[in-house]
């Protein structure tokens, strides 16, 4: 039988990227995110490439009601799921902390901390029922360094990285594995959410670099998931080989 991934974010970036690997190596998958059109078509692509069956859920990771009532809804046959890949996030802003837009804050802390939180309360119990399931959880080199003007993002990043250590801990005599991989600079759609769209700012941030890809990242679920039922990868950073830290990289310019 084929094994069921719910990965969350899954209209662009590390989530599209990991979703279309996924279909590729036999996985039904459940996908969600805000953007509707976006999350049907990387479904039809999922479908028609890789011929496999997917399931779009169309909610925002900060409502809990909607977060709660999409697994409820979910048929019985779908509520088997082996792999849950906690990926959607963003950074919005980049202030020092006396100019912060409170705004920019929330929309960081009720994504990606309360909403890894939600989905993961939701669908834990159906993992724990047939005793297995894998988590991975997207963190990120912002969840052990902290950068200037990065405060509210690496606060909420590191917040992922202490929920990662604990449900690893909660979850250990339940079956079920918990990894984090924690990803250096991967060019997505991240920036430009992180500049409000400045696509112009989002691109130097790349500049001079090789940065690691969409498709790197998936590659690298796919390998801790592929691991035997005895190893587990607790905790993976990547960056790119021009990247030593958040705040050293070798650009050529
Ligand atoms: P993208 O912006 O390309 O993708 C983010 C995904 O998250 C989108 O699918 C988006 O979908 C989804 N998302 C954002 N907010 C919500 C929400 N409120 N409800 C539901 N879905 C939401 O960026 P990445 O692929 O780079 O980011 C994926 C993860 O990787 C994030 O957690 C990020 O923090 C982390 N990361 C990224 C790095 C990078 O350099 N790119 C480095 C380290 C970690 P939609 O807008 O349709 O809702
Ligand atoms: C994204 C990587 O260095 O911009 O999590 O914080 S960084």
């Known amino acids: 039988m084929k094994k069921l991934a719910l990965v969350t974010g899954a209209t662009s970036g590390i989530g599209k990227a990991t979703a279309m690997l996924l279909a590729e190596n036999g996985y039904s998958l459940i996908l969600t995110g805000r953007r509707a059109e976006l999350l049907e078509s990387v479904k039809k692509e999922a479908e028609i490439k890789h011929k496999t069956e997917v399931l779009a859920l169309n909610f925002d990771v900060r409502d809990k009601e909607a977060v709660a009532s999409a697994v409820e809804s979910l048929p019985e046959r779908w509520r088997k799921i082996d792999v849950l890949i906690n990926n959607a996030g963003l950074a919005v802003g980049l202030n020092h902390i006396q100019d912060g837009v409170i705004d920019d804050w929330d929309r960081m802390i009720d994504t990606n901390i309360k909403g890894l939180l939600y989905i993961t309360r939701a669908i834990v119990p159906l993992m724990i029922e047939r005793g297995s399931g894998h988590i991975i959880n997207i963190g990120s080199i912002a ?12 606060a909420s990043k590191h917040a992922v990285e202490a929920i990662t250590k604990g449900m690893r801990i909660d979850l250990l005599k339940e079956g079920i594995k918990v990894s984090g991989i924690r990803p250096g600079m991967v060019e997505t759609e991240f920036s430009s959410v992180r500049y409000k769209g400045d696509d112009e700012l989002a691109k130097k941030t790349y500049q001079g670099i090789s940065p690691l890809f969409a498709e790197d990242i998936a590659q690298t679920i796919l390998f801790v998931l592929n691991r035997p039922a005895h190893v587990n990868i607790n905790d993976l950073v990547i960056m790119p080989t021009a990247q030593a830290s958040a705040t050293y990289v070798n650009r050529v310019v």
């Open 143 to 154: 969840g052990t360094e902290v950068y200037e003007n990065g405060n509210v993002y690496c």
